[in-house]
């Protein structure tokens, strides 16, 4: 069974930094690209970055690039997201997605149950 | 960026009626488009990708039609279980995702 276990959301002031952390199991975390998405009432769903199976090659929305980078680590079958510069309207839900193939086709498959950031002073 | 639509925003049906949820996207997304579905407190999950290909697990109650820019989930007979928030999902360019429709117990 797929596992996606996210860890590292809390509550930051903006302009500080935070990691989060996705530790998968129960697939070859090696044959899959991997996304975060991300959540909020008012926004509800969008895409944050993707990176793919070897990570050789990453993407982001525009919304988070030149602050925000993600990273994997096969050794350890983790997904990262470092977040830099966190703002108010970073504030929701990030889940850890996996892809139904190596190459970044955005094809979410399955999701971790999230991890919530609040960025508020 | 493409636009998702999706309507109705709320659907209100008793269990056993039929449901069906329309996603109309800004421009061509082919046939890259996908629906989840999500309850309180719980992730998304994967209902149908592709347009109309299940996924594992699905019951055959849950079915997917449309090409092009008109999408549509249909839910055959509503078991309680299935009311739920249904977002649909393109990936044809930039991800890009709908903004819901709740389906509701009248």
């Known amino acids: 069974e797929v596992q996606l276990l996210e860890s590292g959301g809390g509550l930051v002031q903006p302009g500080d930094s935070l990691r989060l952390s996705c530790a998968a199991s129960g697939f070859t975390f090696t044959r899959h690209a991997m996304s975060w998405v991300r959540q909020t009432p008012g926004k509800g769903l969008d895409w944050v970055s993707g990176i793919v199976e070897t990570g050789g090659n990453t993407k982001y929305a525009d919304s988070v690039k030149g602050r925000f980078t993600i990273s994997r680590d096969n050794a350890k079958n983790t997904l990262y997201l470092q977040m830099n510069s966190l703002r108010a309207e970073d504030t929701a839900i990030y889940y850890c997605?996996?892809?139904?193939?190596?190459?970044?086709?955005?094809?979410?498959?399955?999701w971790g149950q999230g991890t919530l950031v609040v960025v508020s002073s | 960026e493409i636009v998702l639509t999706q309507s109705p925003a709320t659907l209100s049906l008793s269990p056993g009626e039929r449901a069906t949820l329309s996603c109309r996207a800004s421009q061509s997304v082919n046939r890259y488009l996908a629906w989840f579905q999500q309850k309180p407190g719980q992730a998304p999950r994967l209902l149908i990708y592709d347009a109309s290909i299940r996924a594992t697990g699905i019951p055959d109650r849950f079915s997917g039609s449309g090409s092009g820019t008109d999408f549509t989930l249909t839910i055959s007979s509503l078991e309680p279980e299935d009311f739920a928030v249904y977002y649909c999902?393109?990936?044809?360019?930039?991800?890009?995702f709908g903004g819901g429709t709740k389906v509701e117990i009248k």
């Open positions: 999902h393109q990936r044809n360019t930039w991800p890009s």
């Open positions: 997605v996996k892809d139904r193939y190596a190459s970044l086709s955005f094809d979410f498959e399955s």
